[in-house]
Protein backbone atom coordinates (compact mmCIF):
# COMPACT_ATOMS: atom_id res chain seq x y z
CA UNK A 1 0.00 0.00 0.00
CA UNK A 2 1.56 3.63 -0.99
CA UNK A 3 2.14 5.79 2.32
CA UNK A 4 -0.33 8.51 2.66
CA UNK A 5 1.36 12.30 2.07
CA UNK A 6 0.20 13.66 4.68
CA UNK A 7 -2.41 16.28 5.64
CA UNK A 8 -1.40 19.36 4.85
CA UNK A 9 -4.44 21.45 6.37
CA UNK A 10 -3.51 19.68 9.63
CA UNK A 11 0.13 20.96 9.54
CA UNK A 12 -0.83 24.36 8.62
CA UNK A 13 -3.58 24.05 11.70
CA UNK A 14 -0.91 23.06 13.97
CA UNK A 15 1.65 26.29 12.97
CA UNK A 16 -1.35 28.55 13.25
CA UNK A 17 -2.13 27.58 16.46
CA UNK A 18 1.65 27.56 17.83
CA UNK A 19 1.99 31.25 16.71
CA UNK A 20 -1.58 32.53 18.00
CA UNK A 21 0.20 31.15 21.57
CA UNK A 22 3.24 32.62 20.56
CA UNK A 23 1.69 36.28 20.43
CA UNK A 24 -0.67 35.94 23.49
CA UNK A 25 2.75 34.58 25.70
CA UNK A 26 4.14 37.90 23.89
CA UNK A 27 1.04 40.13 24.48
CA UNK A 28 1.17 39.48 28.37
CA UNK A 29 3.80 41.95 29.03
CA UNK A 30 6.47 39.18 30.19
CA UNK A 31 9.71 41.25 31.05
CA UNK A 32 11.93 37.83 30.82
CA UNK A 33 11.70 35.19 28.12
CA UNK A 34 12.01 31.80 29.64
CA UNK A 35 14.94 29.79 28.32
CA UNK A 36 14.38 26.79 26.68
CA UNK A 37 15.76 23.74 28.89
CA UNK A 38 18.56 21.23 28.08
CA UNK A 39 15.85 18.59 27.11
CA UNK A 40 14.47 20.95 24.29
CA UNK A 41 17.47 21.85 22.57
CA UNK A 42 19.72 18.68 22.74
CA UNK A 43 20.25 16.67 19.81
CA UNK A 44 21.99 14.14 21.80
CA UNK A 45 20.43 10.37 20.80
CA UNK A 46 19.50 10.27 24.09
CA UNK A 47 17.15 12.87 23.87
CA UNK A 48 13.09 11.72 23.65
CA UNK A 49 12.03 12.07 20.38
CA UNK A 50 8.89 13.69 19.22
CA UNK A 51 6.39 12.60 16.85
CA UNK A 52 7.00 13.38 13.78
CA UNK A 53 4.24 14.94 11.25
CA UNK A 54 3.17 13.80 8.51
CA UNK A 55 5.02 14.11 5.20
CA UNK A 56 3.57 17.26 3.27
CA UNK A 57 2.83 16.76 0.01
CA UNK A 58 4.28 20.11 -2.28
CA UNK A 59 1.59 21.26 -4.52
CA UNK A 60 1.63 20.51 -8.33
CA UNK A 61 3.77 23.73 -10.09
CA UNK A 62 1.29 25.36 -12.54
CA UNK A 63 0.71 26.23 -15.94
CA UNK A 64 1.91 30.08 -15.58
CA UNK A 65 -0.15 32.66 -17.69
CA UNK A 66 1.52 34.26 -20.68
CA UNK A 67 3.00 37.63 -18.95
CA UNK A 68 1.89 40.96 -21.11
CA UNK A 69 5.68 42.17 -22.08
CA UNK A 70 8.90 41.81 -20.86
CA UNK A 71 9.11 45.45 -19.21
CA UNK A 72 8.98 46.14 -15.86
CA UNK A 73 9.17 42.58 -14.58
CA UNK A 74 9.53 42.48 -11.03
CA UNK A 75 10.60 40.02 -8.49
CA UNK A 76 8.53 39.03 -5.93
CA UNK A 77 11.36 38.83 -2.70
CA UNK A 78 11.26 35.52 -0.89
CA UNK A 79 10.03 36.12 2.97
CA UNK A 80 12.15 36.68 5.65
CA UNK A 81 12.51 34.51 8.53
CA UNK A 82 9.58 34.91 11.01
CA UNK A 83 11.86 34.05 13.76
CA UNK A 84 15.46 33.98 15.13
CA UNK A 85 17.05 30.91 14.56
CA UNK A 86 18.57 28.46 17.08
CA UNK A 87 22.36 27.93 16.92
CA UNK A 88 23.04 25.11 13.69
CA UNK A 89 23.44 21.65 15.35
CA UNK A 90 23.88 17.76 13.97
CA UNK A 91 25.33 16.48 10.88
CA UNK A 92 23.17 15.52 7.90
CA UNK A 93 24.28 13.37 5.55
CA UNK A 94 23.07 12.35 2.27
CA UNK A 95 22.93 10.24 -0.99
CA UNK A 96 23.98 11.74 -4.27
CA UNK A 97 24.81 9.51 -7.90
CA UNK A 98 27.86 11.59 -8.73
CA UNK A 99 29.52 14.43 -7.47
CA UNK A 100 32.76 14.44 -9.62
CA UNK A 101 35.82 16.41 -8.59
CA UNK A 102 34.40 19.42 -6.81
CA UNK A 103 34.04 22.44 -9.77
CA UNK A 104 32.88 25.57 -7.91
CA UNK A 105 34.50 28.03 -9.82
CA UNK A 106 32.31 29.56 -12.88
CA UNK A 107 35.47 28.94 -15.16
CA UNK A 108 36.04 25.92 -14.41
CA UNK A 109 32.54 24.31 -13.52
CA UNK A 110 30.93 21.82 -15.77
CA UNK A 111 28.06 19.35 -14.76
CA UNK A 112 27.57 17.61 -13.03
CA UNK A 113 29.20 19.67 -10.61
CA UNK A 114 26.67 23.46 -11.85
CA UNK A 115 23.73 21.17 -10.82
CA UNK A 116 25.23 19.99 -7.72
CA UNK A 117 26.88 22.93 -6.36
CA UNK A 118 23.12 25.40 -6.25
CA UNK A 119 21.38 22.39 -4.23
CA UNK A 120 22.63 22.72 -1.22
CA UNK A 121 23.22 25.88 -1.91
CA UNK A 122 27.20 26.76 -1.54
CA UNK A 123 26.32 28.77 -4.08
CA UNK A 124 23.44 31.71 -4.87
CA UNK A 125 22.23 32.69 -7.94
CA UNK A 126 20.02 35.69 -8.64
CA UNK A 127 17.13 34.22 -9.13
CA UNK A 128 15.75 31.20 -8.26
CA UNK A 129 11.59 29.72 -9.27
CA UNK A 130 8.82 29.80 -6.88
CA UNK A 131 6.07 26.42 -7.23
CA UNK A 132 3.93 28.39 -9.95
CA UNK A 133 7.06 27.92 -11.82
CA UNK A 134 7.80 31.97 -11.62
CA UNK A 135 11.45 33.32 -11.38
CA UNK A 136 11.78 35.07 -7.46
CA UNK A 137 14.13 37.12 -5.87
CA UNK A 138 17.54 35.61 -4.60
CA UNK A 139 20.87 37.99 -4.65
CA UNK A 140 18.57 40.12 -7.31
CA UNK A 141 15.74 41.84 -4.98
CA UNK A 142 14.12 43.09 -7.86
CA UNK A 143 15.24 43.40 -11.76
CA UNK A 144 13.50 45.21 -14.50
CA UNK A 145 14.09 44.67 -18.72
CA UNK A 146 13.37 47.65 -21.33
CA UNK A 147 10.25 47.35 -23.39
CA UNK A 148 12.99 46.27 -26.41
CA UNK A 149 14.84 43.68 -24.51
CA UNK A 150 18.35 44.82 -24.88
CA UNK A 151 18.50 46.60 -21.31
CA UNK A 152 18.25 44.32 -17.92
CA UNK A 153 18.71 46.32 -14.40
CA UNK A 154 19.09 44.46 -11.37
CA UNK A 155 19.02 45.49 -8.13
CA UNK A 156 21.31 43.38 -5.42
CA UNK A 157 20.60 42.53 -1.93
CA UNK A 158 22.95 44.57 0.33
CA UNK A 159 24.91 42.78 2.77
CA UNK A 160 25.44 39.57 1.63
CA UNK A 161 28.68 38.37 2.67
CA UNK A 162 30.91 36.07 0.78
CA UNK A 163 32.19 32.98 2.41
CA UNK A 164 35.76 32.72 4.54
CA UNK A 165 35.96 36.26 5.23
CA UNK A 166 35.99 37.43 1.77
CA UNK A 167 33.60 40.80 2.33
CA UNK A 168 30.66 41.86 1.16
CA UNK A 169 29.02 40.62 -2.21
CA UNK A 170 29.05 43.87 -4.95
CA UNK A 171 28.01 44.82 -8.09
CA UNK A 172 30.94 43.76 -10.12
CA UNK A 173 31.78 40.60 -8.25
CA UNK A 174 28.22 39.81 -10.44
CA UNK A 175 29.33 41.12 -13.70
CA UNK A 176 32.87 39.28 -13.20
CA UNK A 177 31.18 35.67 -11.95
CA UNK A 178 28.63 36.15 -15.30
CA UNK A 179 31.57 36.54 -17.49
CA UNK A 180 34.14 33.51 -15.83
CA UNK A 181 30.66 31.69 -16.56
CA UNK A 182 30.65 33.18 -20.37
CA UNK A 183 34.73 33.43 -20.51
CA UNK A 184 35.79 31.41 -24.02
CA UNK A 185 36.92 27.70 -23.18
CA UNK A 186 33.84 27.69 -20.13
CA UNK A 187 32.31 24.73 -20.10
CA UNK A 188 28.91 26.19 -18.77
CA UNK A 189 26.35 24.48 -21.04
CA UNK A 190 24.75 27.85 -21.69
CA UNK A 191 28.43 29.76 -22.29
CA UNK A 192 27.40 31.80 -25.31
CA UNK A 193 24.66 32.81 -24.16
CA UNK A 194 26.11 34.55 -21.22
CA UNK A 195 28.77 35.73 -23.04
CA UNK A 196 26.67 37.43 -25.83
CA UNK A 197 24.73 38.93 -22.81
CA UNK A 198 27.40 40.35 -20.46
CA UNK A 199 30.54 40.68 -22.66
CA UNK A 200 28.98 42.05 -26.00
CA UNK A 201 31.41 44.61 -27.87
CA UNK A 202 28.13 46.63 -28.88
CA UNK A 203 26.82 46.72 -25.40
CA UNK A 204 27.96 46.89 -21.79
CA UNK A 205 27.74 45.51 -18.42
CA UNK A 206 28.33 47.74 -15.94
CA UNK A 207 28.13 48.65 -12.25
CA UNK A 208 25.75 51.99 -11.54
CA UNK A 209 26.70 51.38 -7.82
CA UNK A 210 27.43 48.26 -5.25
CA UNK A 211 24.74 47.05 -5.66
CA UNK A 212 23.11 48.31 -9.33
CA UNK A 213 23.92 46.15 -12.16
CA UNK A 214 23.02 47.13 -15.62
CA UNK A 215 23.64 44.92 -18.55
CA UNK A 216 22.87 46.18 -22.27
CA UNK A 217 23.40 43.03 -24.60
CA UNK A 218 23.82 45.14 -28.24
CA UNK A 219 20.77 42.92 -29.38
CA UNK A 220 17.33 41.79 -28.10
CA UNK A 221 16.89 39.10 -25.77
CA UNK A 222 13.87 37.64 -24.07
CA UNK A 223 13.07 36.49 -20.39
CA UNK A 224 12.99 33.04 -21.21
CA UNK A 225 17.25 32.65 -21.75
CA UNK A 226 17.38 35.26 -19.09
CA UNK A 227 15.51 33.35 -16.85
CA UNK A 228 17.46 29.64 -17.71
CA UNK A 229 21.08 30.95 -16.82
CA UNK A 230 20.25 33.20 -13.44
CA UNK A 231 18.51 30.68 -11.54
CA UNK A 232 19.08 27.70 -9.09
CA UNK A 233 19.33 24.99 -8.80
CA UNK A 234 19.69 23.73 -12.11
CA UNK A 235 22.35 22.49 -14.62
CA UNK A 236 22.16 25.63 -16.72
CA UNK A 237 22.08 27.91 -13.69
CA UNK A 238 25.02 30.59 -12.53
CA UNK A 239 26.49 31.48 -9.28
CA UNK A 240 27.95 34.72 -7.39
CA UNK A 241 31.54 34.41 -6.26
CA UNK A 242 34.01 36.91 -4.67
CA UNK A 243 36.45 38.33 -7.37
CA UNK A 244 38.99 39.06 -4.80
CA UNK A 245 39.84 35.55 -3.85
CA UNK A 246 40.63 34.76 -7.56
CA UNK A 247 42.34 38.11 -7.45
CA UNK A 248 44.52 37.03 -4.70
CA UNK A 249 44.70 33.08 -5.50
CA UNK A 250 43.86 32.33 -9.05
CA UNK A 251 41.21 30.08 -10.21
CA UNK A 252 42.50 27.02 -9.90
CA UNK A 253 43.37 27.52 -6.27
CA UNK A 254 40.21 29.24 -5.57
CA UNK A 255 38.07 26.54 -6.69
CA UNK A 256 38.76 23.88 -4.09
CA UNK A 257 38.27 26.61 -1.37
CA UNK A 258 35.22 29.07 -2.97
CA UNK A 259 33.96 31.94 -1.62
CA UNK A 260 30.68 31.75 -2.48
CA UNK A 261 27.15 33.02 -0.76
CA UNK A 262 24.84 30.33 -0.09
CA UNK A 263 23.95 29.13 3.38
CA UNK A 264 26.44 26.27 3.09
CA UNK A 265 30.00 26.91 2.99
CA UNK A 266 32.59 24.31 1.47
CA UNK A 267 35.01 23.14 3.95
CA UNK A 268 36.78 19.54 2.48
CA UNK A 269 36.09 17.51 -0.75
CA UNK A 270 37.45 14.24 -1.79
CA UNK A 271 36.63 13.69 -5.82
CA UNK A 272 34.95 10.30 -5.99
CA UNK A 273 33.62 9.99 -2.26
CA UNK A 274 31.76 13.46 -0.48
CA UNK A 275 31.15 17.22 -0.32
CA UNK A 276 31.74 18.37 3.19
CA UNK A 277 29.72 21.52 4.26
CA UNK A 278 29.32 23.82 7.47
CA UNK A 279 26.41 25.84 8.07
CA UNK A 280 26.80 29.72 7.93
CA UNK A 281 25.63 30.90 11.19
CA UNK A 282 23.65 34.51 10.50
CA UNK A 283 23.49 34.17 6.77
CA UNK A 284 21.59 36.69 4.99
CA UNK A 285 18.65 34.67 3.47
CA UNK A 286 18.40 31.67 5.77
CA UNK A 287 20.86 29.97 8.42
CA UNK A 288 20.40 26.10 8.21
CA UNK A 289 18.97 24.14 11.37
CA UNK A 290 21.91 21.73 10.86
CA UNK A 291 25.67 22.55 11.76
CA UNK A 292 26.83 20.26 9.05
CA UNK A 293 25.81 18.62 5.39
CA UNK A 294 27.64 15.96 3.93
CA UNK A 295 26.96 14.56 0.50
CA UNK A 296 28.48 11.46 -0.64
CA UNK A 297 28.87 9.47 -3.39
CA UNK A 298 27.12 6.17 -3.72
CA UNK A 299 26.46 5.61 -7.54
CA UNK A 300 24.95 1.97 -6.71
CA UNK A 301 21.56 2.03 -6.07
CA UNK A 302 21.11 -0.65 -3.39
CA UNK A 303 24.08 1.03 -1.57
CA UNK A 304 22.45 4.17 -1.46
CA UNK A 305 18.85 2.35 0.08
CA UNK A 306 20.99 0.20 2.41
CA UNK A 307 22.87 3.71 4.10
CA UNK A 308 19.36 4.97 4.02
CA UNK A 309 17.67 1.82 6.04
CA UNK A 310 20.37 1.98 8.36
CA UNK A 311 20.68 5.31 9.41
CA UNK A 312 24.04 6.31 7.62
CA UNK A 313 21.87 8.74 5.22
CA UNK A 314 19.51 11.05 5.70
CA UNK A 315 18.03 11.33 2.77
CA UNK A 316 18.93 9.89 -0.53
CA UNK A 317 17.99 9.82 -4.58
CA UNK A 318 16.33 6.73 -4.71
CA UNK A 319 14.62 5.06 -7.58
CA UNK A 320 11.08 4.44 -7.95
CA UNK A 321 10.87 0.35 -7.60
CA UNK A 322 12.72 1.10 -4.30
CA UNK A 323 9.71 3.00 -2.70
CA UNK A 324 8.92 -0.29 -0.61
CA UNK A 325 12.50 -0.63 0.84
CA UNK A 326 12.02 3.33 2.07
CA UNK A 327 8.46 2.53 3.53
CA UNK A 328 9.69 -0.04 5.93
CA UNK A 329 12.18 2.02 7.56
CA UNK A 330 10.88 3.48 10.82
CA UNK A 331 9.87 6.98 11.17
CA UNK A 332 10.94 7.55 7.62
CA UNK A 333 8.85 9.92 5.58
CA UNK A 334 8.11 10.01 1.97
CA UNK A 335 7.66 13.92 0.70
CA UNK A 336 6.16 14.21 -3.10
CA UNK A 337 6.56 17.39 -5.14
CA UNK A 338 4.92 17.00 -8.46
CA UNK A 339 6.24 18.45 -11.49
CA UNK A 340 9.88 17.14 -10.46
CA UNK A 341 11.12 16.71 -14.01
CA UNK A 342 11.00 15.66 -17.93
CA UNK A 343 13.19 13.00 -19.59
CA UNK A 344 14.03 12.87 -23.73
CA UNK A 345 15.19 11.16 -26.37
CA UNK A 346 18.17 12.58 -28.73
CA UNK A 347 19.25 11.60 -31.66
CA UNK A 348 22.88 12.25 -31.87
CA UNK A 349 25.01 13.44 -35.17
CA UNK A 350 22.88 15.29 -37.08
CA UNK A 351 25.35 18.17 -37.82
CA UNK A 352 24.22 19.67 -40.66
CA UNK A 353 26.32 22.89 -40.61
CA UNK A 354 29.55 23.18 -42.29
CA UNK A 355 28.98 19.81 -43.97
CA UNK A 356 31.61 19.77 -46.31
CA UNK A 357 33.78 22.37 -44.90
CA UNK A 358 36.89 22.20 -42.40
CA UNK A 359 34.17 23.34 -39.96
CA UNK A 360 32.11 20.44 -40.44
CA UNK A 361 31.69 18.27 -36.72
CA UNK A 362 33.54 15.10 -36.09
CA UNK A 363 30.04 13.70 -35.00
CA UNK A 364 28.09 14.01 -38.77
CA UNK A 365 27.96 10.74 -40.19
CA UNK A 366 25.24 10.13 -43.15
CA UNK A 367 25.70 6.76 -42.94
CA UNK A 368 23.73 6.54 -39.53
CA UNK A 369 20.04 5.91 -40.52
CA UNK A 370 18.52 8.37 -38.14
CA UNK A 371 21.25 10.71 -40.13
CA UNK A 372 20.30 12.39 -43.68
CA UNK A 373 23.12 12.44 -46.07
CA UNK A 374 20.79 15.64 -47.40
CA UNK A 375 20.74 18.86 -45.25
CA UNK A 376 17.57 19.96 -47.77
CA UNK A 377 14.24 19.19 -45.66
CA UNK A 378 12.27 17.87 -48.52
CA UNK A 379 14.94 15.69 -49.93
CA UNK A 380 14.17 12.13 -49.93
CA UNK A 381 17.26 11.40 -47.85
CA UNK A 382 16.32 14.10 -45.08
CA UNK A 383 12.09 12.11 -45.19
CA UNK A 384 13.99 8.30 -44.60
CA UNK A 385 16.34 9.57 -42.18
CA UNK A 386 13.06 11.27 -40.42
CA UNK A 387 11.11 7.70 -40.58
CA UNK A 388 13.58 6.15 -38.86
CA UNK A 389 13.47 8.37 -35.90
CA UNK A 390 10.00 8.27 -36.15
CA UNK A 391 9.99 4.76 -35.58
CA UNK A 392 12.33 4.89 -32.88
CA UNK A 393 10.03 7.43 -31.11
CA UNK A 394 6.63 5.42 -31.86
CA UNK A 395 8.08 2.01 -30.52
CA UNK A 396 8.41 3.03 -27.13
CA UNK A 397 5.44 2.14 -24.44
CA UNK A 398 5.66 5.79 -22.79
CA UNK A 399 2.27 4.80 -20.21
CA UNK A 400 4.33 1.00 -19.51
CA UNK A 401 7.03 3.51 -18.14
CA UNK A 402 4.72 5.56 -16.41
CA UNK A 403 2.26 2.93 -14.95
CA UNK A 404 5.62 0.14 -13.89
CA UNK A 405 8.94 2.26 -13.15
CA UNK A 406 7.03 5.03 -12.44
CA UNK A 407 4.59 3.43 -10.26
CA UNK A 408 2.19 6.11 -11.84
CA UNK A 409 4.16 9.32 -10.26
CA UNK A 410 4.32 11.07 -13.82
CA UNK A 411 2.45 11.07 -17.17
CA UNK A 412 3.84 10.18 -20.95
CA UNK A 413 5.76 13.04 -22.25
CA UNK A 414 5.67 14.41 -25.77
CA UNK A 415 8.33 16.90 -26.43
CA UNK A 416 10.95 18.46 -24.12
CA UNK A 417 10.86 21.71 -22.98
CA UNK A 418 7.03 21.33 -22.88
CA UNK A 419 6.57 19.13 -20.06
CA UNK A 420 3.42 20.82 -17.90
CA UNK A 421 2.64 22.70 -20.87
CA UNK A 422 1.74 20.13 -23.10
CA UNK A 423 -2.21 20.55 -23.17
CA UNK A 424 -2.15 23.92 -23.03
CA UNK A 425 0.74 24.81 -25.50
CA UNK A 426 0.96 21.75 -28.52
CA UNK A 427 -1.69 21.38 -30.55
CA UNK A 428 -3.85 17.72 -29.92
CA UNK A 429 -2.42 15.85 -32.88
CA UNK A 430 1.22 16.59 -31.43
CA UNK A 431 1.21 13.00 -29.62
CA UNK A 432 3.23 9.71 -29.77
CA UNK A 433 0.57 6.93 -30.18
CA UNK A 434 2.75 2.91 -29.12
CA UNK A 435 2.93 1.49 -32.47
CA UNK A 436 5.31 -1.15 -32.89
CA UNK A 437 4.00 -2.22 -36.32
CA UNK A 438 3.84 1.17 -38.13
CA UNK A 439 7.96 1.23 -36.45
CA UNK A 440 8.51 -2.12 -38.07
CA UNK A 441 6.88 -0.91 -41.44
CA UNK A 442 8.71 2.66 -41.25
CA UNK A 443 12.27 1.19 -40.97
CA UNK A 444 11.17 -0.83 -43.69
CA UNK A 445 10.46 1.99 -45.92
CA UNK A 446 13.28 3.80 -45.20
CA UNK A 447 15.31 0.75 -46.32
CA UNK A 448 16.06 -0.56 -43.74
CA UNK A 449 14.11 -4.10 -43.67
CA UNK A 450 17.09 -6.56 -41.63
CA UNK A 451 17.18 -3.58 -38.93
CA UNK A 452 20.09 -1.58 -38.04
CA UNK A 453 22.01 -0.75 -34.33
CA UNK A 454 22.09 2.17 -32.41
CA UNK A 455 24.44 2.97 -29.25
CA UNK A 456 22.03 4.06 -26.33
CA UNK A 457 23.01 5.76 -23.16
CA UNK A 458 21.20 6.91 -20.24
CA UNK A 459 22.63 10.30 -19.10
CA UNK A 460 23.09 10.31 -15.31
CA UNK A 461 21.31 13.04 -14.02
CA UNK A 462 19.64 12.54 -11.04
CA UNK A 463 16.27 11.56 -12.33
CA UNK A 464 13.92 8.86 -11.37
CA UNK A 465 14.17 5.42 -13.43
CA UNK A 466 16.29 6.92 -15.93
CA UNK A 467 18.67 4.23 -16.38
CA UNK A 468 15.89 1.77 -16.11
CA UNK A 469 13.56 3.56 -18.15
CA UNK A 470 16.21 3.73 -21.09
CA UNK A 471 17.06 0.02 -20.39
CA UNK A 472 13.33 -0.61 -20.61
CA UNK A 473 13.57 1.52 -24.12
CA UNK A 474 16.37 -0.50 -25.99
CA UNK A 475 14.55 -3.89 -25.14
CA UNK A 476 11.30 -2.38 -26.70
CA UNK A 477 13.54 -1.15 -29.94
CA UNK A 478 14.91 -4.53 -29.68
CA UNK A 479 11.32 -6.48 -30.44
CA UNK A 480 10.87 -3.72 -33.79
CA UNK A 481 14.32 -5.34 -35.42
CA UNK A 482 16.72 -2.59 -33.77
CA UNK A 483 20.44 -3.93 -32.55
CA UNK A 484 20.76 -1.53 -29.61
CA UNK A 485 24.64 -1.64 -28.08
CA UNK A 486 23.26 0.04 -24.40
CA UNK A 487 26.18 1.77 -22.66
CA UNK A 488 26.09 3.19 -19.02
CA UNK A 489 28.45 5.81 -18.43
CA UNK A 490 29.41 8.18 -15.86
CA UNK A 491 28.25 11.63 -17.69
CA UNK A 492 31.55 13.14 -16.23
CA UNK A 493 32.46 10.95 -18.93
CA UNK A 494 29.62 11.38 -21.52
CA UNK A 495 29.41 15.06 -21.72
CA UNK A 496 32.67 16.00 -23.07
CA UNK A 497 31.51 13.66 -26.17
CA UNK A 498 28.22 15.53 -26.65
CA UNK A 499 30.16 19.19 -26.53
CA UNK A 500 32.70 17.49 -28.97
CA UNK A 501 29.76 16.71 -30.85
CA UNK A 502 31.08 13.51 -31.47
CA UNK A 503 28.72 10.65 -29.72
CA UNK A 504 26.98 9.26 -32.59
CA UNK A 505 24.26 7.58 -30.50
CA UNK A 506 21.09 8.42 -28.69
CA UNK A 507 20.52 8.96 -24.89
CA UNK A 508 17.96 9.39 -22.61
CA UNK A 509 18.36 12.59 -21.14
CA UNK A 510 16.62 14.30 -18.21
CA UNK A 511 15.92 18.23 -17.52
CA UNK A 512 14.03 20.55 -14.80
CA UNK A 513 10.90 21.77 -15.85
CA UNK A 514 10.78 24.75 -18.01
CA UNK A 515 10.06 28.52 -16.72
CA UNK A 516 8.08 28.47 -20.30
CA UNK A 517 8.29 26.24 -23.20
CA UNK A 518 11.06 26.32 -25.54
CA UNK A 519 13.44 27.45 -22.48
CA UNK A 520 16.33 24.83 -23.84
CA UNK A 521 15.68 25.16 -27.47
CA UNK A 522 19.23 26.63 -27.26
CA UNK A 523 20.53 23.36 -27.11
CA UNK A 524 20.15 22.84 -30.66
CA UNK A 525 22.03 26.34 -32.05
CA UNK A 526 25.30 25.26 -34.00
CA UNK A 527 28.86 25.49 -32.77
CA UNK A 528 29.58 27.38 -36.32
CA UNK A 529 27.15 29.89 -35.60
CA UNK A 530 26.42 30.59 -31.83
CA UNK A 531 29.45 29.36 -30.43
CA UNK A 532 26.63 26.58 -28.78
CA UNK A 533 28.48 24.36 -26.15
CA UNK A 534 25.77 21.55 -25.17
CA UNK A 535 24.01 20.39 -27.97
CA UNK A 536 20.91 18.02 -28.60
CA UNK A 537 22.70 16.30 -31.31
CA UNK A 538 21.20 18.49 -33.87
CA UNK A 539 22.56 21.48 -35.91
CA UNK A 540 20.79 23.16 -39.00
CA UNK A 541 20.06 26.21 -40.65
CA UNK A 542 16.31 26.38 -39.79
CA UNK A 543 16.73 25.59 -36.10
CA UNK A 544 19.79 28.63 -35.90
CA UNK A 545 17.47 30.59 -37.87
CA UNK A 546 14.18 30.19 -35.91
CA UNK A 547 15.46 29.55 -32.23
CA UNK A 548 17.60 32.84 -32.87
CA UNK A 549 13.94 34.67 -33.46
CA UNK A 550 12.69 32.65 -30.15
CA UNK A 551 14.93 33.75 -28.15
CA UNK A 552 14.81 37.45 -29.56
CA UNK A 553 11.01 37.58 -29.19
CA UNK A 554 10.27 39.97 -26.77
CA UNK A 555 6.51 39.84 -27.49
CA UNK A 556 4.98 36.80 -25.58
CA UNK A 557 2.33 36.05 -28.17
CA UNK A 558 4.87 36.41 -30.82
CA UNK A 559 7.36 34.13 -29.11
CA UNK A 560 4.62 31.70 -28.47
CA UNK A 561 3.71 31.00 -31.48
CA UNK A 562 7.37 30.95 -32.53
CA UNK A 563 7.62 28.04 -29.69
CA UNK A 564 4.67 25.77 -31.35
CA UNK A 565 5.98 26.35 -35.28
CA UNK A 566 9.64 24.96 -33.67
CA UNK A 567 8.05 22.13 -31.59
CA UNK A 568 5.63 21.17 -34.84
CA UNK A 569 8.47 21.07 -36.55
CA UNK A 570 10.62 18.67 -34.20
CA UNK A 571 7.43 16.43 -33.93
CA UNK A 572 6.68 16.14 -37.58
CA UNK A 573 10.59 15.27 -37.95
CA UNK A 574 10.88 13.49 -35.11
CA UNK A 575 14.33 15.67 -34.81
CA UNK A 576 15.77 15.53 -30.86
CA UNK A 577 14.35 16.00 -27.96
CA UNK A 578 11.18 13.49 -28.30
CA UNK A 579 9.25 12.75 -24.94
CA UNK A 580 9.85 10.11 -23.09
CA UNK A 581 7.95 11.03 -19.57
CA UNK A 582 7.22 13.51 -17.08
CA UNK A 583 7.65 12.70 -13.40
CA UNK A 584 7.36 13.39 -9.61
CA UNK A 585 9.87 13.99 -7.19
CA UNK A 586 10.31 11.60 -4.46
CA UNK A 587 12.30 12.55 -1.39
CA UNK A 588 12.87 9.95 1.20
CA UNK A 589 13.12 11.30 4.67
CA UNK A 590 14.98 9.51 7.14
CA UNK A 591 13.54 9.57 11.06
CA UNK A 592 15.87 12.42 12.13
CA UNK A 593 14.54 15.26 9.67
CA UNK A 594 11.53 16.50 9.35
CA UNK A 595 10.14 16.67 5.97
CA UNK A 596 9.69 20.40 4.71
CA UNK A 597 8.10 22.69 1.96
CA UNK A 598 9.15 26.03 2.81
CA UNK A 599 12.54 26.58 0.37
CA UNK A 600 11.85 24.29 -1.74
CA UNK A 601 13.54 25.56 -5.15
CA UNK A 602 11.86 24.12 -8.05
CA UNK A 603 14.35 25.57 -11.00
CA UNK A 604 14.74 21.86 -10.96
CA UNK A 605 13.59 19.23 -8.71
CA UNK A 606 15.98 16.26 -10.29
CA UNK A 607 18.10 16.49 -7.15
CA UNK A 608 16.69 17.00 -3.32
CA UNK A 609 17.12 21.11 -2.09
CA UNK A 610 16.00 23.38 0.38
CA UNK A 611 18.24 21.89 2.71
CA UNK A 612 19.03 24.74 5.10
CA UNK A 613 15.49 24.61 5.57
CA UNK A 614 15.68 21.06 6.86
CA UNK A 615 14.76 20.88 10.63
CA UNK A 616 15.62 18.16 13.77
CA UNK A 617 12.48 15.77 14.50
Known amino acids: MRRSMGNYTTIVTILALSLLMALAAACGGTAQTEQPSAAQTSTDQGSAPTEPPAAVAAPAATSPPAAAAVAAATATPEPAPAMIEDKPTGTMTVGQKELGPFMGHPSLAGNPQIFVMQTPPIGESLFTVSSDLKPVSMLAKSWQASEDGTTWTFQLEEGVQFHKGYGEMTAEDVIWSMRQFGAEGSKHPRASNIRRIWNNENGHAKAIDDYTVEVNAGEPWSEVPINEFLTSPSGAGTWIISKKQTDELGAKEANGQIAATGSWNLV ?27 FREIPEESSRIAGFQTGNL ?39 VGIGTEDEQPGYDPDLPWVSSNPDINSEEWKNAAKVRTALSVAIDRQGIVDTLLQGYGSPAVLWDFGQYEDTWLPPELRWEFDPARARQLIAEAGYPDGFSITLTPSLRGAPVEVEACEAIATMWGDVGVDVKFQTLPYTTLRPSLIGRNYQGSTCHAGGIRLEPGQGFSGMLSKLHHQAVWNR ?19 TEKRRALAIEIATFMFENA ?29 DLRNINGYEYIQHR
Not at 269 to 292: I, L, N, S, Y
Not at 545 to 555: G, I, L, P, R, T
Open 268 to 294: EFRTGEFWKMEAVEDHWRKTPHFAELI
Open 314 to 352: DTTLMAFDSLPLVEEVDGAEIMRVPGGGESALTFYGQYY
Open 537 to 555: GIEHPWFDEKVSQHMAEVN
Open 575 to 603: ITGIGLYNFDSLWPVGPELQPWHEGVRYA
